[in-house]
């Protein structure tokens, strides 16, 4: 059954608006930023069993399978469909502060080196591609 358009949807500004949040999102830099973003993601979510953390950060390893899977998941969105997830690209850099800060947090003061170097190193990646990923929606909002 067809989806009803409602006379907003094909408001002129609406559509130029779409068209500049895609040739946005087709740019080399759009689309390496959202590539790496993911990667920075995935390895996030694998970052506890490629760096080994011991059974007594179990809870860390929970929040970097978490905050990575939900990093790579908006990244994707990113790079299929800007124009309606640009409303989002905060989001990275406030999983990427996280990031920085969980080791301290959750396991207050008992972690191991390569937790925190792992999640520092990432956490600042994710913060630096996520201002990157901004950018575009910050642009568009400017020219108009």
Do not use: K
């Not at 740019?27 to 970052?47: C, E, K, M, N, Q």
């Not at 929970?62 to 800007?82: E, H, R, S």
């Amino acid at each position: 059954m067809a989806r009803p358009v409602s006379g907003l949807e094909e408001h002129p500004d609406i559509a130029a608006l779409r068209a500049r949040y895609d040739e946005v999102s087709e740019t080399p830099t759009a689309r390496i930023t959202d590539g790496l973003l993911v990667l920075a993601g995935i390895y996030l979510a694998i970052s506890p069993w490629v760096v080994g953390f011991p059974p007594f950060e179990a809870n860390l390893s929970a929040n970097n399978f978490i905050c990575g899977v939900a990093t790579a998941l908006l990244a994707a969105g990113f790079a299929i469909a800007y124009g309606r997830t640009h409303t989002l690209a905060w989001l990275p850099v406030a999983l990427g502060v996280w990031t920085v800060v969980a080791p301290f947090i959750i396991q207050r003061g008992y972690f191991t080196g390569g937790a925190v170097v792992s999640n520092v190193i990432t956490g600042l990646i994710m913060i630096g591609l996520g201002l990157v990923a901004i950018r575009p929606a910050v642009l568009t909002r400017a020219r108009r």
